[in-house]
């Protein structure tokens, strides 16, 4: 099995920064495509950033020049730097990962989420 291990969530004010992190650990053979979804109340999660294994990264509309994706795969980790900070970037965040284990073919696990309030 895959653990993914958030951090880095918190109240922030508009205009500030966040860093999440998001750490897999267990019997991982390769680790795919990476990223982060986020989930506001009364609303559908949704795609913020992607990371894949060929180092391509992805954005959505409403975070782009904001929001920056990095990934260190020595340490299975996915990092997503949120500068410039909104009230509506309020929600809880979501990293995932698409991992291969040994003989099994790619899925994608999920974090717990950790949340992200940011204040007017």
């Known amino acids: 099995q895959v653990q993914l291990v958030e951090s880095g969530g918190g109240l922030v004010q508009a205009g500030g920064s966040l860093r999440l992190s998001c750490a897999a650990s267990g019997t991982i053979f390769r680790l795919n495509e990476m990223g982060w979804y986020r989930q506001a109340p009364g609303s559908q999660r949704e795609s913020v950033a992607t990371?894949?294994?060929?180092?391509?990264?992805n954005y959505a509309d409403s975070v782009k020049g904001r929001f920056t994706i990095s990934r260190d795969n020595a340490r299975n980790t996915v990092y997503l730097q949120m500068n410039s900070l909104k009230p509506e970037d309020t929600a809880v965040y979501y990293c995932?990962?698409?991992?291969?284990?040994?003989?099994?073919?790619?899925?994608?696990?999920w974090g717990q989420g950790t949340q992200v309030t940011v204040s007017s």
């Open positions: 995932y990962a698409d991992a291969e284990l040994l003989f099994t073919r790619s899925r994608r696990y």
């Open positions: 990371f894949t294994s060929g180092g391509t990264t």
